[in-house]
């Protein structure tokens, strides 16, 4: 499986970007989806997950009640809705996908996608 992550970019403090993360190759197997981002000089940190199902959604702090996680599994895509975007939000956005048991964790993740800025100006 390969992941495709697009949608990022610049916006203004206050704005939405929606993220998107397309899955190709063999995708049969049933795999939960996550979303992580790093800033410049800062490690690799969890943003939201979503199981197979859709019925489980996780989300650090930070983001909760602004940013909501889904996923088509019919298309093999999952997407990240941004929303009331902060400075503080500015990094590379990765898709990832996995079977862990942490899906919480980039431990949880077997498979990236290769990033997508997101950039916010205040």
């Known amino acids: 499986v390969q992941l495709q992550a697009s949608g990022g970019g610049l916006v203004q403090a206050g704005g939405s970007l929606r993220l998107s993360c397309a899955a190709s190759?063999?995708?049969?197997?049933?795999?939960?989806m996550g979303w992580f981002r790093q800033a410049p000089g800062k490690e690799r940190e969890f943003v939201a997950t979503?199981?197979?199902?859709?019925?489980?959604?996780d989300y650090r702090d930070s983001v909760k009640g602004r940013f909501a996680i889904s996923r088509d599994n019919a298309k093999n895509t999952g997407y990240l809705q941004m929303n009331s975007l902060e400075p503080e939000d500015t990094a590379v956005y990765y898709c990832?996908?996995?079977?862990?048991?942490?899906?919480?964790?980039?431990?949880?993740?077997?498979?990236w996608g290769q990033g997508t800025q997101v950039t916010v100006s205040s």
């Open positions: 979503i199981n197979w199902t859709g019925h489980r959604r």
């Open positions: 190759g063999r995708t049969s197997r049933r795999y939960h």
């Open positions: 990832a996908a996995g079977s862990g048991a942490r899906p919480m964790s980039v431990g949880g993740y077997d498979i």
